[in-house]
């Protein structure tokens, strides 16, 4: 299988107060087409970061991070934008939504900046309510981005970050924000755009969400301290049950 995604040797230092922090230590794996791979670990052991810096929003340290065999560090600001913005779909929490636009004008910006979607402002209108419908948030299309809540905020990114049928998408704890039925919902709909084709990655502290993927990877203090491949074929209740008992073992 090719891969969309390879990861080598990969490192991250922040300096903070003169002091050198390294997060990411030599990070390496891959992630073929088509894959859904969860990261898990505790907290401040690089998972954000790493997704980060896998998806040209931050710069590593070193290492290569190679996205359907291009080196990311290798592109111009102006390649790295269009891959960002046509071949990856992002939802991360802290990423803000324009504060003057409505919530579906949000979600069909990438759309509207997009070279390679060719459609009328109508056509593009009429796919961004259509995921709206989907994700359960069309009543608020209209609204002002400060007028929805949390809930329905994290679920405009992601239906933002599908505007433009990605060929992978990058996830920052995207159930973080909710309760158990919404998470099982935004679940639902990030593997059905799985079993369409769309590479996954994302973060995520709910084993319930990992045992949807089809891979875990777990990491400590900066490194990948175990690997773990979900038999998507069982049931999930089992998948889970697995899944958990691995997770103890890694120290979860
Ligand atoms: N911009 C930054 N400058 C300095 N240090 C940072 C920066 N961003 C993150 N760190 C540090 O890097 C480490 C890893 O942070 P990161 O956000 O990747 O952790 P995480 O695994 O995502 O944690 P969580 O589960 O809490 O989200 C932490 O020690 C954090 O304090
Ligand atoms: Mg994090």
Known sequence: ??????????????????????????????????????????????????????????????????????????????????????????IFQQMYMMKNLSVLDNIILPAVKSKKIKESRKKTVERGQELMRRLGIIEVAGNDINEVSGGQLQRACICRSMINCPEMLFADEPTGALNRSSSDEVMDELVKLNSGGTSIMLVTHDAKVAARCSRVLFIVDGNIKGEYNINREEPLRTRERSLNNWLMEMGW
């Open 1 to 90: 299988m090719e891969n969309i995604l390879e990861v080598k040797d990969l490192c991250k230092t922040y300096i903070v107060n003169k002091r050198q922090i390294n997060v990411l230590r030599n990070v390496s794996f891959t992630v073929a087409k088509g894959e859904m791979v969860a990261i898990m670990g505790p907290s401040g052991s690089g998972k954000s970061t790493l997704l980060y810096s896998v998806s040209g929003m931050d710069r590593m340290t070193a290492g290569e991070v190679l996205f359907n065999g291009k080196s990311l560090s290798g592109m111009s600001e102006n390649e790295l934008s269009r891959v960002r913005i046509e071949d990856m779909g992002f």
